[in-house]
Protein backbone atom coordinates (compact mmCIF):
# COMPACT_ATOMS: atom_id res chain seq x y z
CA UNK A 1 0.00 0.00 0.00
CA UNK A 2 1.35 3.45 -0.78
CA UNK A 3 0.96 6.70 1.40
CA UNK A 4 -0.05 8.37 -1.70
CA UNK A 5 -3.46 6.91 -3.57
CA UNK A 6 -5.56 7.70 -6.43
CA UNK A 7 -8.17 9.94 -4.68
CA UNK A 8 -6.96 12.23 -1.05
CA UNK A 9 -3.43 11.67 -0.04
CA UNK A 10 -3.28 9.68 3.11
CA UNK A 11 -0.96 8.95 5.91
CA UNK A 12 -0.39 7.22 9.35
CA UNK A 13 1.34 8.97 12.03
CA UNK A 14 2.84 7.15 15.09
CA UNK A 15 4.57 8.14 18.22
CA UNK A 16 6.70 5.74 20.48
CA UNK A 17 4.21 5.67 23.98
CA UNK A 18 4.09 3.88 27.42
CA UNK A 19 7.63 4.58 28.07
CA UNK A 20 7.31 6.45 32.04
CA UNK A 21 8.91 3.36 34.12
CA UNK A 22 7.72 2.86 38.08
CA UNK A 23 7.88 6.62 39.61
CA UNK A 24 9.54 8.02 36.45
CA UNK A 25 6.67 9.43 34.02
CA UNK A 26 7.54 10.38 30.26
CA UNK A 27 6.35 14.15 29.83
CA UNK A 28 3.65 13.67 27.03
CA UNK A 29 3.50 10.12 27.06
CA UNK A 30 -0.85 9.53 27.17
CA UNK A 31 -2.10 12.71 25.65
CA UNK A 32 0.36 12.05 22.31
CA UNK A 33 -2.00 9.19 21.61
CA UNK A 34 -5.17 12.07 21.22
CA UNK A 35 -2.77 12.61 18.12
CA UNK A 36 -1.55 10.21 16.69
CA UNK A 37 -3.23 7.12 14.44
CA UNK A 38 -0.97 4.21 15.73
CA UNK A 39 1.15 4.12 19.33
CA UNK A 40 4.07 1.94 19.52
CA UNK A 41 3.78 0.72 23.20
CA UNK A 42 7.38 -0.09 25.00
CA UNK A 43 7.38 -4.11 25.88
CA UNK A 44 9.48 -3.41 29.12
CA UNK A 45 13.01 -3.71 27.39
CA UNK A 46 13.85 -0.53 27.14
CA UNK A 47 11.29 1.48 28.96
CA UNK A 48 7.41 0.31 30.67
CA UNK A 49 6.23 -1.61 32.73
CA UNK A 50 3.49 -3.63 33.55
CA UNK A 51 0.98 -1.43 34.66
CA UNK A 52 2.23 1.03 31.85
CA UNK A 53 1.47 -0.84 29.30
CA UNK A 54 -1.77 -2.11 30.25
CA UNK A 55 -2.96 1.52 30.77
CA UNK A 56 -1.35 2.72 27.69
CA UNK A 57 -3.03 -0.01 25.61
CA UNK A 58 -6.50 0.83 27.17
CA UNK A 59 -6.18 4.72 26.32
CA UNK A 60 -5.42 3.53 22.44
CA UNK A 61 -7.60 1.34 22.24
CA UNK A 62 -10.43 4.36 23.70
CA UNK A 63 -8.94 7.15 21.33
CA UNK A 64 -8.82 4.69 18.58
CA UNK A 65 -4.91 4.12 17.75
CA UNK A 66 -3.69 0.71 16.33
CA UNK A 67 -1.58 -0.96 18.79
CA UNK A 68 1.90 -1.70 17.90
CA UNK A 69 4.59 -3.78 19.97
CA UNK A 70 7.80 -1.86 20.43
CA UNK A 71 10.61 -4.30 21.03
CA UNK A 72 13.63 -3.52 21.84
CA UNK A 73 17.24 -4.93 23.06
CA UNK A 74 17.28 -6.17 26.58
CA UNK A 75 18.49 -2.31 27.42
CA UNK A 76 16.57 -0.59 29.77
CA UNK A 77 19.50 1.30 31.49
CA UNK A 78 20.79 2.22 28.25
CA UNK A 79 17.00 3.27 26.48
CA UNK A 80 17.47 0.41 23.91
CA UNK A 81 20.09 2.82 22.27
CA UNK A 82 23.05 0.43 22.56
CA UNK A 83 23.79 -1.97 19.98
CA UNK A 84 23.47 -5.71 21.82
CA UNK A 85 25.65 -8.33 20.49
CA UNK A 86 22.92 -10.88 21.46
CA UNK A 87 23.19 -14.24 20.12
CA UNK A 88 20.22 -14.50 16.92
CA UNK A 89 18.47 -17.02 18.91
CA UNK A 90 18.36 -15.05 22.02
CA UNK A 91 17.09 -12.35 20.22
CA UNK A 92 14.19 -14.06 18.31
CA UNK A 93 12.98 -15.35 22.02
CA UNK A 94 13.74 -11.75 23.43
CA UNK A 95 11.57 -10.33 20.29
CA UNK A 96 8.88 -13.07 20.98
CA UNK A 97 8.39 -12.46 24.55
CA UNK A 98 7.93 -8.57 24.00
CA UNK A 99 4.85 -8.89 21.64
CA UNK A 100 4.08 -11.77 23.82
CA UNK A 101 3.46 -9.74 26.87
CA UNK A 102 1.95 -7.05 25.31
CA UNK A 103 -0.80 -8.85 23.50
CA UNK A 104 -1.58 -10.35 26.83
CA UNK A 105 -1.64 -6.31 28.08
CA UNK A 106 -3.88 -5.61 25.08
CA UNK A 107 -5.90 -8.56 25.54
CA UNK A 108 -6.89 -7.76 29.21
CA UNK A 109 -8.07 -4.45 28.14
CA UNK A 110 -10.40 -5.16 24.83
CA UNK A 111 -7.68 -4.45 22.31
CA UNK A 112 -4.73 -6.07 20.58
CA UNK A 113 -1.54 -5.90 19.39
CA UNK A 114 -1.91 -4.65 15.39
CA UNK A 115 2.18 -4.68 14.37
CA UNK A 116 5.35 -4.71 15.11
CA UNK A 117 8.14 -1.53 15.48
CA UNK A 118 11.24 -2.08 16.39
CA UNK A 119 13.02 0.43 19.01
CA UNK A 120 16.42 2.15 18.80
CA UNK A 121 19.10 0.74 18.10
CA UNK A 122 17.37 -2.75 17.48
CA UNK A 123 15.53 -0.94 14.66
CA UNK A 124 19.05 0.53 13.56
CA UNK A 125 21.11 -2.57 13.49
CA UNK A 126 18.24 -4.82 11.46
CA UNK A 127 18.85 -2.59 9.07
CA UNK A 128 22.28 -3.90 7.65
CA UNK A 129 22.90 -6.18 10.36
CA UNK A 130 21.76 -9.70 8.52
CA UNK A 131 21.72 -12.19 11.33
CA UNK A 132 19.90 -9.85 13.86
CA UNK A 133 17.40 -8.93 11.02
CA UNK A 134 16.91 -12.97 10.30
CA UNK A 135 16.53 -13.43 14.49
CA UNK A 136 13.46 -10.71 14.14
CA UNK A 137 12.01 -11.82 11.23
CA UNK A 138 12.23 -15.33 12.55
CA UNK A 139 10.46 -13.81 15.32
CA UNK A 140 7.13 -13.31 13.52
CA UNK A 141 7.28 -16.17 11.64
CA UNK A 142 7.62 -18.34 14.52
CA UNK A 143 4.86 -16.57 16.41
CA UNK A 144 2.67 -16.82 13.43
CA UNK A 145 0.18 -13.74 13.60
CA UNK A 146 0.88 -12.38 10.58
CA UNK A 147 1.98 -8.74 12.59
CA UNK A 148 3.54 -6.32 10.13
CA UNK A 149 6.68 -4.56 10.88
CA UNK A 150 7.21 -0.97 10.36
CA UNK A 151 10.65 -0.55 8.26
CA UNK A 152 13.32 2.02 6.91
CA UNK A 153 12.76 1.65 3.33
CA UNK A 154 15.58 -0.50 1.23
CA UNK A 155 16.78 -2.27 4.47
CA UNK A 156 18.01 -5.81 5.01
CA UNK A 157 15.05 -6.27 7.56
CA UNK A 158 12.83 -5.07 4.83
CA UNK A 159 14.40 -7.52 2.40
CA UNK A 160 14.19 -10.64 4.68
CA UNK A 161 10.65 -9.88 5.96
CA UNK A 162 9.16 -10.14 3.00
CA UNK A 163 11.06 -12.99 1.53
CA UNK A 164 9.41 -14.42 4.55
CA UNK A 165 6.06 -13.36 3.43
CA UNK A 166 6.04 -11.52 6.94
CA UNK A 167 4.11 -7.39 5.53
CA UNK A 168 6.12 -4.48 5.92
CA UNK A 169 5.08 -0.55 6.64
CA UNK A 170 7.72 1.77 5.03
CA UNK A 171 8.06 4.55 7.59
CA UNK A 172 9.76 7.69 7.79
CA UNK A 173 10.83 9.78 10.78
CA UNK A 174 9.09 13.81 11.00
CA UNK A 175 11.77 15.13 13.87
CA UNK A 176 14.96 13.26 12.69
CA UNK A 177 17.38 14.37 9.92
CA UNK A 178 18.00 12.74 7.23
CA UNK A 179 21.53 11.47 5.04
CA UNK A 180 21.55 11.71 1.42
CA UNK A 181 21.43 8.17 1.30
CA UNK A 182 17.91 8.20 3.23
CA UNK A 183 19.21 6.79 6.07
CA UNK A 184 19.28 8.56 9.67
CA UNK A 185 21.83 11.00 10.68
CA UNK A 186 23.34 9.24 14.01
CA UNK A 187 22.24 10.95 16.92
CA UNK A 188 25.66 11.43 18.00
CA UNK A 189 26.16 14.01 15.23
CA UNK A 190 24.69 17.82 15.02
CA UNK A 191 21.49 18.49 13.73
CA UNK A 192 20.15 15.07 13.92
CA UNK A 193 16.70 15.69 15.75
CA UNK A 194 15.16 18.31 14.66
CA UNK A 195 12.75 20.28 17.17
CA UNK A 196 10.90 23.25 15.57
CA UNK A 197 7.36 22.59 15.43
CA UNK A 198 7.08 24.40 11.98
CA UNK A 199 9.94 23.24 10.39
CA UNK A 200 8.74 19.69 11.20
CA UNK A 201 5.72 20.14 9.96
CA UNK A 202 6.29 21.60 6.73
CA UNK A 203 8.81 17.98 6.28
CA UNK A 204 5.61 15.87 7.00
CA UNK A 205 3.54 17.77 4.92
CA UNK A 206 6.12 17.15 1.96
CA UNK A 207 6.79 13.88 2.63
CA UNK A 208 2.67 13.14 2.66
CA UNK A 209 2.24 14.91 -0.35
CA UNK A 210 5.57 14.72 -2.19
CA UNK A 211 6.95 11.28 -1.23
CA UNK A 212 10.68 13.85 -0.54
CA UNK A 213 12.41 15.12 1.80
CA UNK A 214 15.63 17.55 2.33
CA UNK A 215 18.42 15.95 3.49
CA UNK A 216 21.03 17.60 6.14
CA UNK A 217 23.46 18.50 3.05
CA UNK A 218 20.18 20.46 1.39
CA UNK A 219 20.41 18.05 -1.33
CA UNK A 220 15.99 16.55 -2.04
CA UNK A 221 15.73 12.57 -1.82
CA UNK A 222 13.00 10.11 -2.05
CA UNK A 223 11.02 9.05 0.37
CA UNK A 224 8.32 6.39 0.28
CA UNK A 225 6.57 6.16 3.37
CA UNK A 226 2.82 4.63 4.75
CA UNK A 227 3.63 5.67 8.36
CA UNK A 228 5.67 8.84 9.95
CA UNK A 229 7.19 8.61 13.03
CA UNK A 230 7.27 11.20 15.90
CA UNK A 231 9.31 10.42 18.60
CA UNK A 232 7.77 10.30 22.26
CA UNK A 233 10.88 11.38 23.83
CA UNK A 234 11.66 13.84 21.70
CA UNK A 235 11.42 17.28 23.97
CA UNK A 236 8.24 19.34 22.93
CA UNK A 237 7.11 15.80 21.14
CA UNK A 238 3.14 16.66 21.81
CA UNK A 239 3.14 19.80 20.17
CA UNK A 240 5.37 18.59 17.64
CA UNK A 241 2.58 15.99 16.87
CA UNK A 242 -0.75 18.46 17.45
CA UNK A 243 1.33 20.62 14.83
CA UNK A 244 1.76 18.02 12.24
CA UNK A 245 -1.67 16.50 12.57
CA UNK A 246 -2.97 20.07 12.08
CA UNK A 247 -0.89 20.68 8.99
CA UNK A 248 -1.70 17.39 7.21
CA UNK A 249 -5.18 18.25 8.12
CA UNK A 250 -4.22 21.96 5.98
CA UNK A 251 -2.67 20.31 2.92
CA UNK A 252 -6.05 18.00 2.14
CA UNK A 253 -3.71 14.83 3.79
CA UNK A 254 -6.26 11.76 5.44
CA UNK A 255 -4.17 10.82 8.78
CA UNK A 256 -5.57 7.21 9.56
CA UNK A 257 -3.71 4.33 10.35
CA UNK A 258 -2.08 2.04 7.54
CA UNK A 259 -3.87 -0.78 8.75
CA UNK A 260 -7.35 0.39 7.79
Known sequence: MSAITSGQ????LNADCGESLTSWSMPGGAEILEVVSSANVACGFHAGDPSVARETCRIASQRGAAIGAHVSYDDL?????RFI??????LTDQVIYQIGALQACARSVGAQVRY???HGALYNTIGHHEAH????VRALAELGDELPILVLPDSEIERQAAAAGIPTVR???ADRAYTPEGRLVSRREEGSVLHDPAEISARVVQMATQRTVTAIDGSTISVDAESICVHGDTPGALEIARQVSA???EAGVEQRSFLS
Do not use: H, N, Q, Y
Request: proline share 11%; hydrophobic share 45%.
Open 9 to 12: PRID
Open 77 to 81: KGFGR
Open 85 to 90: DVVPSE
Open 116 to 118: VKP
Open 133 to 136: AEAV
Open 171 to 173: EAF
Open 247 to 249: ALS
